[in-house]
């Protein structure tokens, strides 16, 4: 069973960092490599929005609000990072790392925006910012 779990989330002071990791299991790393592999996250009382994304190709795609703080990597072939700078109070929520099914080299930000594009999804991972 292909299983996806967070890592790196925690209380951090505005203007802090952090780096967040999701490792795969349950599968060779080709299943993780040759998806996508996307972030999102859910504040309290707010709807699970897209933040960052990378295809196959290595191409990346992040929402309007973490773009210029946040980086998204793949550390090898079943774990990525999002790397966060520059936290803010409004990046407090749960974030949950997802895969889609095997795709083609090249994605579009339409399909890795959108939560149905995704099959696996994490537990999440609580990222407070203080103010």
């Known amino acids: 069973q292909v299983q996806l779990v967070e890592s790196g989330g925690g209380l951090v002071q505005a203007g802090g960092s952090l780096r967040l990791s999701c490792v795969g299991s349950?599968?060779?790393?080709?299943?993780?490599?040759?998806?996508?592999m996307g972030w999102f996250r859910e504040a309290l009382g707010k709807e699970r929005e897209f933040v960052a994304a990378?295809?196959?190709?290595?191409?990346t795609y992040y929402a309007d609000s973490v773009k210029g703080r946040f980086l998204i990597s793949r550390d090898n072939a079943n774990t990525v990072s999002l790397q966060m700078n520059n936290l803010k109070a409004d990046d407090t929520a749960v974030y949950f790392c997802?895969?889609?099914?095997?795709?083609?080299?090249?994605?579009?930000?339409?399909?890795?925006?959108?939560?149905?594009?995704?099959?696996?999804w994490g537990q999440g991972t609580q990222v407070t910012v203080s103010s």
């Open positions: 990378i295809d196959r190709s290595g191409g």
């Open positions: 997802a895969k889609t099914p095997r795709t083609a080299f090249y994605a579009t930000r339409r399909y890795v925006e959108a939560q149905n594009s995704y099959e696996v």
């Open positions: 349950g599968a060779s790393g080709r299943t993780f490599s040759e998806a996508c």
